[in-house]
């Protein structure tokens, strides 16, 4: 079946730090893959969404890319700010998953931004 | 703008007894999902379903039941309730419009069972 592993529980950074997050799956087939962000007090919502190996998302400032041979998917920002303090979620839409729309998560990145 | 609420935010419950969790959303969705979070297991899926009168089994359906009456609400139901489903629990609503697979997620419901 499918499967997503994140290995990162915890990250703590200082304002203007390097984010990095990698996140590996598994699945057959071509799958789409997802970064989710989870603000205190609210459910997950999408930040970035990435369809095709090599290509880059983007949005508010984070980039997100995967790697078909590595089947390794990762999130990074150049900059960190006090208010990206939240929790990141990689997932996937696998093969196994697709009837449904049913996604895969990872089981989450805490990151905590210090002023 | 799209929207999903859950009922109520907060919840506390005694072992053994009935609780139900329940979901709307006007997005006009035809998927809805219900996910558990659990520190160290991120999210998992417990139900979902394609839409009106359909409910499937997800990762961890074991302990629960799930009804959708119609497609703007979808419940979760704990016939008997335990310590063990002590969670955050979350609805979502989602759809294939063009090439987007976005899930839009719910607050919350924070179930702890005594």
């Known amino acids: 079946g499918d499967s997503v592993i994140q290995m990162q529980g915890q990250v703590t950074l200082s304002e203007n730090d390097f984010l990095f997050i990698n996140c590996t799956y598994s699945t057959t087939g071509y799958p789409t893959l997802f970064w989710y962000v989870q603000y205190s007090g609210e459910g997950p919502q999408l930040l970035l969404q990435v369809t095709t190996a090599n290509n880059k998302g983007s949005s508010r400032g984070f980039e997100a890319t995967y790697d078909k041979g590595t089947t390794s998917f990762h999130l990074q920002k150049t900059s960190v700010q006090e208010i990206d303090s939240a929790v990141y979620y990689c997932?996937?839409?696998?093969?196994?998953?697709?009837?449904?729309?049913?996604?895969?998560f990872g089981i989450g990145t805490r990151v905590l931004v210090r002023p | 703008e799209a929207a999903v609420t859950q009922s109520p935010r907060n919840k506390v419950a005694v072992t053994g007894g009935k609780v139900t969790l329940s979901c709307n959303q006007t997005?006009?969705?035809?998927?809805m999902y219900w996910y558990r979070q659990d520190t160290g297991h991120g999210l998992r899926l417990i139900h979902y379903s394609y839409g009106a009168g359909s409910t499937e089994k997800g990762d961890i359906p074991d302990g629960y039941k799930a009804s959708r009456p119609s497609q703007e609400n979808f419940s979760l139901i704990l016939e008997l309730a335990t310590p063990s489903q002590t969670s955050v629990y979350f609805c979502?609503?989602?759809?294939?419009?063009?090439?987007?697979?976005?899930?839009?997620f719910g607050p919350g419901t924070r179930l702890t069972v005594l």
């Open positions: 997005n006009n969705h035809n998927n």
């Open positions: 997932a996937m839409r696998g093969k196994a998953n697709s009837a449904g729309n049913k996604l895969t």
């Open positions: 979502a609503s989602g759809d294939i419009p063009g090439s987007s697979y976005e899930q839009y």
